[in-house]
Every structure is written in structure tokens, then in C-alpha cells.
């Protein structure tokens, strides 16, 4: 299986643009990466899905590379609410989701 | 689109008795669901997949005799925690992966609010 590396932690300001990268060496050929974001004691909601290249819907932009080794989510102007734990999964529909260790967003004002 | 609901969204029981949690897609069908514990600032731990018509899988380390999954319609899955020890205290969260309903991501899943289980 996947394994799922991503930073703890991150800090920023309102209206900064954020990238998380996520590592996923051995990510199986047919899985997406897809981000998640979780606020406390709610279910993780989706933020974008990606196989290869790039991207791009109303909240967010995905850049895979070619090797599909890793992915970064790129969050424009982020506000105080954009304060939360992000997850990079790799997996599909029937497949199991293997969940990175989670990025906590911490957006200053 | 692409909605999923639990029910209920917390509960408290004794220990030894038994807590029944539902999931539902409420605008799609799903063939598939998955159920998930998560405890405090962790990550989410895959426990088992169900399928709709047939028994659930479960992942190493997970009792099946303990976490009873069934999986009766497409739209409902539901797990219940059979004598219930503080230590299954957790938040349980499922989701769920479209087969029709044309939600736009077909190959992703959709996660429920969660159910946070406290057990005294």
C-alpha cells in the first residue's frame, strides 16, 4: 500500500495563496489523489480530485506531475475560515482511501 | 449533489450495551461504503468496506463479531458497536462512492458529518 507523507503543520495570512505537497511514492496506477478538508468533529469534505497534470475548480487547483509521485493543492487567498486539517488520499470510488497523516492550516489574520 | 447523512450524530451509552449508527446517501446510489473511526487529532483508520448484497470486509485488527456492518440498499449502511467498552469511544465517520446519480467526481468518496460515539 501507499504510503502518504505531508507536512504536520502549516501558517499563513489572510489573502496569501497556500500550497500543500503531499508524497505518495507508491501510489497504484489506477488510484486518484484527491485533498480533503476537516474541520473539528465534522466529517472530512472534498475539496478536488486529480489523476495527472493539473486542475482547477472554484476553491482550489491540484498539480500532479508526471511521475505522480506527489501533488500539491493550491489554495488562493486563503481567509480565517480556511482554517483546518487537509488530507491528501490517495484511492478511488471501490477502492480503499489511504489517508496521508493530515496538514494543519493555521490562517492568521 | 453527492450528500451523506448519519445518524445519529452523537450518542453516549452505558458500557456493555450495543449503539447502532446509520449512514445514507441522500441523493445518490452507492454500492459501495466505507466505515471509519478517527480519534483525537489523528488521521482517519479505515475499518471496514461494505457492500451492498453482501458481507463487509474488514480490515486486520477489526473484530467483525464486534463492529456489525450491514449493507441492505443501495442508500443505507449501518454499523453497530455491540457491547460497547469506553475504549470504542471515537468519532465514526462513513462515506460513501456514487454508482449513479451523476455526481461529477465518480471515482471519489463522500464523506458523512460523523457520529461521535462516547461510551461510560
Known amino acids: 500500500l501507499a504510503k502518504i507523507t505531508q507536512p504536520i503543520s502549516m501558517d499563513s495570512y489572510e489573502g496569501q495563496e497556500v500550497n500543500i505537497t503531499c508524497s505518495h511514492n507508491n501510489i497504484a496506477t489506477n488510484d486518484y489523489i484527491t485533498w480533503y478538508q476537516q474541520f473539528p468533529s465534522q466529517g472530512p469534505r472534498f475539496i478536488i480530485q486529480g489523476y495527472k497534470t493539473k486542475v482547477t475548480n472554484e476553491v482550489a487547483s491540484l498539480f500532479i506531475p508526471a511521475d505522480r509521485k506527489s501533488s500539491t493543492l493550491s489554495l488562493p487567498r486563503v481567509s480565517l475560515s480556511d482554517t483546518a486539517v487537509y488530507y491528501c488520499t490517495g484511492g478511488g470510488a471501490t477502492n480503499k482511501l489511504i489517508f496521508g497523516t493530515g496538514t494543519l492550516l493555521a490562517v492568521q489574520p | 449533489g453527492a450528500v451523506v447523512s448519519q445518524h445519529p450524530s452523537r450518542v453516549i451509552c452505558k458500557s456493555g450495551t450495543s449503539v447502532k449508527i446509520e449512514c445514507r446517501s441522500l441523493d445518490f446510489q452507492a454500492t459501495t461504503m466505507f466505515w471509519y473511526r478517527q480519534f483525537p487529532k489523528q488521521s482517519l483508520m479505515l475499518m471496514a468496506t461494505?457492500?451492498?448484497?453482501?458481507?463487509?470486509?474488514?480490515e486486520q485488527g477489526v473484530e467483525k463479531d464486534k463492529f456489525l456492518i450491514n449493507h441492505a440498499s443501495l442508500t443505507l449502511s449501518t454499523l453497530t458497536v455491540t457491547s460497547a467498552h469506553p475504549e470504542d469511544s471515537s468519532f465514526y465517520i462513513c462515506?460513501?462512492?456514487?454508482?449513479?446519480?451523476?455526481?461529477?467526481?465518480?471515482?471519489?468518496?463522500?464523506f458523512g458529518p460523523g457520529t461521535r460515539l462516547l461510551v461510560l
Open positions: 461494505s457492500n451492498e448484497g453482501s458481507k463487509a470486509t474488514y
Open positions: 462515506s460513501a462512492s456514487p454508482t449513479s446519480g451523476g455526481a461529477q467526481y465518480q471515482e471519489t468518496q463522500y
